[in-house]
């Protein structure tokens, strides 16, 4: 906001963040699309410890439909015509080596798993998707190229590690 870009978020994160005063702000709600230049942008509940995630399914006029989800558990929703994914691969359950068993709680609630992804992109309509980008990954606790062929594997789909 400071460099003149604007922001758009849910009100609890501006709020948790203090932003609620910022001109360049813009508050969206979860399940209330909106459109930002040539994309429409719906955004949906996110599940993770912050004030008020949210994950983004977006598309355009050129068919192109994009599903963003990150610092989120899980995806509740199934979704048609997608074309490009962003989406969390934090961990793996055998990887998780996590010290302390408060830190190993706050992963399994907070973030998604390649199983869990995997199990979300089974449940989808992938026909159209023309490539997966894996993001979000724990330093700790991914194999970054077993992931990649893991969701190449299941999905017959071109995969990126960002």
């Known amino acids: 906001m400071r460099a003149g870009i604007d922001c758009y978020m849910s009100a609890g994160t501006a709020e948790a963040l203090s932003l609620l005063e910022e001109h360049r702000l813009h508050i969206v709600e979860a399940l209330r699309q909106f459109r930002l230049g040539t994309w429409a942008i719906k955004p949906f509940q996110a599940h993770h410890n912050a004030a008020e995630p949210l994950s ?3 598309d355009n006029q050129l068919g192109e439909k ?8 899980y995806i509740a929703y199934r979704f048609e015509g ?20 408060e830190l190993r709680r706050l992963i399994l609630q907070n973030h998604m798993s390649l199983e869990i992804l995997c199990d979300m992109l089974r449940a989808n309509d992938l026909s159209k998707v023309e490539e997966i980008h894996l993001i979000h990954l724990s330093e700790r606790n991914a194999d ?11 999905t ?7």
């Open 56 to 58: 983004f399914l977006m």
């Open 66 to 73: 994009l599903l963003f989800a990150t610092d989120t558990a």
């Open 82 to 101: 997608l074309t490009h994914l962003l989406l969390e691969a934090n961990y793996s359950l055998p990887l998780l080596r996590e010290d302390t068993p």
């Open 144 to 154: 970054a190229e077993a992931f990649r062929r893991k969701i190449q594997e299941i």
């Open 156 to 162: 017959g789909k071109v995969v990126y590690i960002a």
